[in-house]
C-alpha cells in the first residue's frame, strides 16, 4: 500500500514509457522490451518501463535540437526563473521523490531525502547563477579597441548518471546547463529506471508553463539503442557521465575520438589519514558515515584508512563496536543506517573482494556475511566489512562498491601522503588531525592529489557549492558549484575596433 501511495504521488504507471521531450505532451509511444525496476530491499518489482529504440532516441535529438534554437535566446533570467520553480517543485515533492530512491536503490530514507535536497540547494545555486554568467573584458593592446569574453550556450549535453545517486547528479549538471542555455539528454542507469520519470513528471508543470518541450528529455534504452548512439553523435557537444573508470575510458576515448567534451566522475578510493593527536572520536564517527552510509556505494564513499601506529588499536576497537551497532534492515523503517546493495552481482563482488584480502594475507576483522532480513527476503543484504591490509594489494588499489574498510597503518606522516596518493583513483579525501603542520601539508602541492580535500570531516557529503569531481582515473571532470558552469558554455572571445585605423596586434606593419 506504501509503494503504491509513492507511484501514486509520483505519478508512476505499472508500466511507463522510456522516452520523453519534457512537459505533458512529451511522452513517447515506446515498444522496446520491458525494463522491470525491483526494489533491493525485497527483491520484488516495482513498475515497469518500455525501453526507448533507436527511432524514438533520433526523434527526441530532432526535438532537442529544435528546443535548443529557441531556448538559446531566452534571457538567462528567465531561464533562472523557470529553474526556481523547479526548485519549488522539487520542495513540494522531496518525501516522496527521497522515499521513492530509497525504494529503488535501497538507501535509507534520510540519505534519499538528502539527495532531493542537494538537487534544492542546486536549484537555488542555478537561479542565482543564472545572473552571473560572467565573463571578463580584457584591455586591448592596440587604441580605440575594446576586448571581452562572452559565454554562449552550447548546446544539447548527453547526461549519463549512475544508479547510486540517480537524482542528484541529474540536478547539478540539468539544472546548471539549462541556466547556461542548453537543452539536455538524460540518460539514467537502466537499475534505476523509476526515479528518472519521477523526476520529469515533477518538471512537467514547470516545462509548460514555461514552453521548453525538448528541453529536458529523458530517455532509457539499451547500450546499442541509445548510448552508443549519444557518444559518437556530434550534435551532442558534451557528455556528462558518472560510473565506473572503465565506463569513463570508453566514454573518454569515443567522445575525445570525435573531439567532443566529456565531464567525468569516475571512481575513487577515498582515504582518511588519521594522526597521532587526532579527535579519535570524531574520526570514528566520520568513518563510520562514510564507510558504512550509502552501504558504501557512493563514489565519496570512505574506502581506506591511513591511521598512525600509536593510535591504531584504540581507533580500530572503537570502530569495530561501532560496526557491531550499526542497524542493517529495511532502509524504510526508522532506525536503520544500512540498507541493501543495489543487487546479487553487487554482493558477490563483495565477496570476491574480501576473499582478494585474505589471499593476498590480510586480515578481515568483522563484517563481510549476508543476512536475511524479516520480510525482506529477496533483499540483498550484508554486514559491512573492516579488513587490515597493505596499500600495494591489487585488491585495495581498485574500487569495490560495497561497504569494505581498508585499515592501512603508517609511521611517519610523509609516508602516509606517499600511501595516500598510491591509488589509481583522486576523488575524494580527508585528514583528521589536529596539528597545523600535518593539516597544511596535507593541503599543500604535495599533499593529497584528489579533487577534494577536507581536514576533520570525512570523505563523502560534498556540499552542492563546491566543484565535485577528481583526478586521475577519476576522470578529470567538474560539476555542480563554483565555476562548473564554464564546461556547459563556450567561450568566444571578441575584439572590437571602433577607432578609423586598422592597426595590427604585435606591432606588425601590413601597408601597401
Ligand atoms: C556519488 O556518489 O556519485 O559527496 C555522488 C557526496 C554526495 C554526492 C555523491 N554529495 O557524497
Known sequence: ?????????????????GATIGGSKGWLKTKGKELVSCSPINGKPIAGVLTAEKKDYDAVMAKAQDAFKTFRMM????????????????????????????????????????EVQEMIDIADFATGLSRQLYGLTMHSERPEHRMYEQWHPLGIVGLITSFNFPAAPWSWNALIASVCGDAILFKPSSKVPLTSIAIQNILTPVVDKYGVEGIFNMIIGSRDDVGEPMLHDPRIPLISATGSTAMGKHVGEVVGGRLGRSLLELGGNNAIIVTEDA???????????????????RCTSTRRIIIHSSVKQTFVNNLVSAYKQVKVGNPLDNGTLMGPLIDEGAVLAMEEALKAVKACGGKVLCGGERITVDGCEGGHYVLPAVAEVKNDFPIVQSETFAPILYIIEYNAFEQALELHNDVPQGLSSA????????????????????????????????????????????????????????????????????GKELPLAQGIEFNI
Open 75 to 114: 534571457p538567462a533570467p528567465r531561464r533562472g526563473d523557470m529553474v526556481r520553480e523547479i526548485g519549488v517543485a522539487l520542495r513540494e515533492n522531496k518525501k516522496a521523490l527521497g522515499a521513492l530512491i530509497s525504494l529503488e536503490v535501497g538507501k535509507i530514507q534520510a540519505e534519499g531525502e538528502g
Open 279 to 297: 579527535d579519535i572520536g570524531m574520526a570514528v564517527r566520520a568513518t563510520l558515515f562514510g564507510a558504512v552510509g550509502t552501504a558504501g556505494q
Open 431 to 498: 585528514v583528521f588531525t589536529t596539528s597545523l603542520h600535518y593539516q597544511e601539508g596535507f593541503l599543500s602541492h604535495k599533499g593529497s592529489d584528489c579533487g577534494i580535500a577536507n581536514v576533520n570531516i570525512g570523505t563523502s557529503g560534498a556540499e552542492i557549492g563546491g566543484a565535485f569531481g577528481g583526478e586521475k582515473e577519476t576522470g578529470g571532470g567538474r560539476e555542480s558549484g563554483s565555476d562548473a558552469w564554464k564546461v556547459y558554455m563556450r567561450r568566444q572571445t571578441t575584439t572590437i575596433n571602433w
Open 1 to 17: 500500500a506504501e509503494v503504491k501511495q509513492i507511484l501514486d504521488a509520483l505519478g508512476i504507471k505499472s508500466v511507463n514509457s
